[in-house]
């Protein structure tokens, strides 16, 4: 069973390499620049990734795995996107 909070903002992290997860999310209309809520996870029985049920800034919804992801907190809002500070992300990076 999997369970998140419903406040829990991601912000992408793009791996890249022969190795990277696909859909990469900076190229399915996600940015860097932005926090993103996440909606649902799911974690398919063959994989020992996570995938994160995220809407991109088109508002459509995506599968992005675990590894694209890092944490931006815990945000009591309506929305489904926040801005986020470069200086928050070139630190934590």
């Not at 912000?11 to 809520?37: C, Q, T, W």
């Not at 799911?42 to 990734?49: I, L, T």
């Not at 992801?69 to 809002?77: N, W």
Request: glycine residues 4%; aromatic residues 12%; contains cysteine.
């Amino acid at each position: 069973m999997l369970a998140f909070h419903p406040h829990l903002f991601v912000r992408i992290v793009e791996l890249d390499g022969p190795r990277a997860p696909m859909p990469k999310p900076l190229s399915s209309g996600f940015n860097p620049h932005r926090a993103y809520r996440v909606l649902g996870v799911y974690n398919p029985s063959e994989s020992s990734d996570a995938y994160f049920i995220l809407a991109n800034d088109r508002d459509e919804m995506w599968f992005i795995c675990q590894r694209h992801l890092r944490f931006a907190g815990l945000h009591d809002t309506a929305a489904h996107h926040l801005d986020w500070p470069s200086e928050h992300a070139s630190a934590a990076d």
